[in-house]
């Protein structure tokens, strides 16, 4: 059944992004749509992407926020294919972490 307000799931995959990484989850965070699930994949980065991550949700208190890290670098594909087994949004939207939205 659809509803006036239905989920949206954002799903933002991180790859060694860690200088952009604040701006690209302060435009996710500020949107002025509420019903949002946020999936963060981070492609087993080897800067500190996964560990600014981790502070911005915190220090947001973001909890409802879900983080993965993956075991090695993986593709776009297999990031996207990964998230798309975790969302329950109605739609869903995938940005870089190197992006805005």
Known sequence: MKTNNPLVSIVAISYNHADWLKFSLDSIRTQTY???EVIIIDSNSSDDSYIKILEYIE???LNEW???RQDKPTSIC???NFALSLI???Y???VSC???I
Do not use: A, H, P, T
């Open 34 to 36: 509420s019903n949002i």
């Open 66 to 68: 879900k983080v993965f």
């Open 98 to 100: 190197d992006d805005i």
């Open 59 to 61: 220090s947001n208190g």
């Open 88 to 90: 329950k949004g109605e």
């Open 78 to 80: 297999q990031n996207l």
């Open 92 to 94: 869903y939207q995938v």
